[in-house]
Structure formats: structure tokens, C-alpha cells
């Protein structure tokens, strides 16, 4: 093991008390820190302040290459260039981070990017652009991630039609869990719980469906 190269990350709450704690290996001890990164950038609390501000700098340098080609490529280009520089980086881990307060700095930057490829104006709204563009706003991509979250592992969650023998109209739904810690409740296992069960019943049934005809 490199030491050098080695440390270990607590995670806690805000309102954690300091606890002394020690990491040993081979009786050395192993160093702390606030945050590490790991196909991400992650840190202690988990709000993800860090990791968005280095989400915003790659965005901020293809906002600048785009910038560049908007007048030499045709907009169907630019869009591919959109999907490969800025929306794979905003669409990753976005489950996580995408409730994030300064998740806004993002959306901005988005919004930006778009208003600059389109040639629209400033204080021109960019929903229209977006939707010509057939690109999602962040919000809406988060929401769509947790959507498919869900669908993809519903070996994961538990429906509530195996919880209770009637056949009620939520029967379609995913079971939510009692927690008691916050940040569990507010993260990626209950929002995206919560957004599938906002899904109109005819979708849910047939998510349901392609789950079972996967076991056949």
C-alpha cells in the first residue's frame, strides 16, 4: 500500500461532533480527509459543492469550444458536440448531486450554452431553443435519471402489491420506507421511489411488465 497515496474518508453529518478516529495499516496509521475522488468528487457531508464546481469548469471550457466551431459547423453538429462535451457531463452521477442547491450554477451555464448556439438573446427565454434542440433542461434530466434509476434496479425496491394482498390503486407503486436520517430521505433511493410513483399507472404497469418479462 502507498501511503502517500492512501487515506480514508468519514462520512457524517453537518451536525457530527468530532470524534477521534484512527486508521491503521500494517501499524501505520492511515491519514483523514474531507474528501477524495472516486469516479467523482466526494466529500464528507455529501453536499457536493466541489464536485459541481469542477462540473462547471469543464462545462465553462466547452461552452468556449462551442463558442468557437457555432460559426464554421451546422447546428446538427453542434448539438452532437452539445451530447458528447456537456451532456454526458451533466447527465453523470446527476442522482446524486441534482437536488444540490448549487446545482442552479449548472443550470445557468446550461441555459447559456444554449442562448450561445442559437444565437438567442440574453434575457430571451431558452425553452424554446431547448425544446428545437430536443435537449432537456437539468431539472428535467435529474427527474428522468431518477425515473430510470428505478427502473433499471426494481430489484432494489420493493412494490407495495408485494407488501399488501388487496388490490388498491397504488398497488402499482414502489414502497417507501420509514428513515429517520435526512440525508438518506432526501437522497437517490427515496426521490427516485417518489418520482416513479408520480408516473402516470399505465406506465408503471408497463415498467412492471418489461421487469417480469426479463425473469422469463
Not at 182 to 201: D, E, Q, V
Request: overall charge positive.
Amino acid at each position: 500500500m502507498n501511503f502517500n497515496k492512501t487515506h480514508y474518508l468519514e462520512f457524517r453529518t453537518k451536525n457530527y461532533h468530532q470524534v477521534n478516529t484512527t486508521v491503521k495499516y500494517e501499524h501505520k496509521d492511515i491519514s483523514s480527509s474531507a474528501e477524495t475522488k472516486f469516479l467523482g468528487l466526494i466529500d464528507e457531508t455529501l453536499p457536493w459543492n466541489q464536485h459541481i464546481h469542477q462540473i462547471a469548469t469543464k462545462l465553462c471550457s466547452a461552452c468556449y469550444a462551442l463558442r468557437n466551431l457555432k460559426h464554421i459547423v451546422p447546428k446538427s453538429t453542434l448539438r452532437k458536440i452539445y451530447y458528447a462535451h456537456i451532456h454526458s457531463i451533466l447527465s453523470y452521477g446527476i442522482i446524486f448531486w441534482g437536488r444540490s442547491s448549487n446545482a442552479n450554477k449548472l443550470f445557468i451555464l446550461q441555459k447559456k450554452t444554449v442562448r450561445m448556439t442559437t444565437n438567442s438573446r440574453v434575457r430571451e427565454s431558452c425553452m424554446k431553443a431547448l425544446k428545437n434542440m430536443q435537449i432537456m433542461t437539468l431539472y428535467y434530466q435529474y427527474n428522468f435519471s431518477l425515473i430510470l434509476f428505478t427502473v433499471r434496479n426494481k430489484h432494489l425496491f420493493t412494490p407495495n402489491n408485494e407488501i399488501q394482498k388487496y388490490k388498491t390503486r397504488n398497488n402499482t407503486n414502489i414502497h417507501l420506507p420509514t428513515v429517520n436520517i435526512t440525508k438518506f430521505y432526501k437522497g437517490p433511493y427515496i426521490l427516485s421511489s417518489k418520482a416513479f410513483n408520480h408516473l402516470p399507472r399505465h406506465i408503471k404497469i408497463l415498467a412492471n411488465d418489461m421487469k417480469s418479462s426479463k425473469h422469463l
